[in-house]
């Protein structure tokens, strides 16, 4: 089994749908992060938690909202999905307790499609 | 503006032979910096990783260079297998502990390894 898992991998939606993309870990870490891969742009941050009750906005947080349920559990809402967001999504957690600063261990990805 | 930049979209390299990545990158305060490997349907999986205090880290059949004057890095694969061919992301990071696995990306490379 994922250490991260995600869910849903894929998900097709229309214009102004409200989303919720789920994930969720057993590595214990207490840093997770959203990311969003577009073409040509690479991967983006758009919200990140260091801790349960911490949330922080990322580069692209417009658009997104999060919550962080558990020290396991980070999901990423789309209140009103626009086509812009069709895109790729990874979660991912690190810990400081060990590995580099920038080691973070990602999930499978959730392809959103937005219509 | 991309602080991170991939300017080769893709490298085509013959099994046996050396691999080259090139990655450049506009913020000084950049500390740390990292490769992650990603094939498809897959989360990116950390590859190797330089701190700017070192112009060389070698892992394998993996070495990573570092040029902080022309600010440019490089992943050298020596020498390319099949199971190589994958799109290959370059990442920077800050060394503050707020900065933990909040990475800058390039766009990536994508490598394909031919028999």
């Known amino acids: 089994d994922a250490d991260v898992t995600q869910t849903p991998r894929n998900r097709i939606t229309k214009t102004g749908k409200r989303i919720m993309l789920e994930c969720s870990q057993t590595k214990g870490h207490d840093r997770m992060y959203w990311y969003r891969q577009d073409p040509g742009l690479g991967l983006r941050l758009i919200y990140y938690?260091?801790?349960?009750?911490?949330?922080n906005k990322g580069e692209i947080s417009d658009g997104y909202s999060v919550s962080r349920q558990a020290q396991a559990k980070f999901s990423l809402s789309l209140e009103s999905a626009i086509p812009n967001q069709t895109a790729l999504y990874f979660c991912a957690t690190a810990t400081q307790r060990q590995g580099d600063p920038g080691e973070l261990f990602f999930g499978e990805g959730s392809r959103l499609t937005v219509l | 503006d991309q602080q991170v930049k991939q300017n080769s979209p893709s490298l085509s390299v013959q099994e046996g032979r050396i691999s080259i990545l090139n990655c450049d990158y506009t913020n000084s305060m950049f500390d740390y910096f990292l490769w992650y490997k990603k094939y498809p349907a897959e989360g990116p999986t950390f590859l190797i990783s330089i701190s700017s205090i070192k112009d060389k880290n070698e892992d394998g059949r993996f070495t990573v260079f570092l040029n902080k004057s022309a600010k440019h890095l490089s992943l050298h694969i020596v020498p390319s297998q099949p199971g190589d061919s994958a799109v290959y992301f370059c990442?920077?990071?800050?060394?503050?502990?707020?900065?933990?696995?909040?990475?800058?990306f390039g766009a990536g490379t994508q490598v394909v390894v031919t028999p």
């Open positions: 938690s260091f801790d349960v009750k911490d949330i």
């Open positions: 990442a920077a990071i800050g060394s503050s502990t707020d900065s933990w696995g909040k990475l800058q």
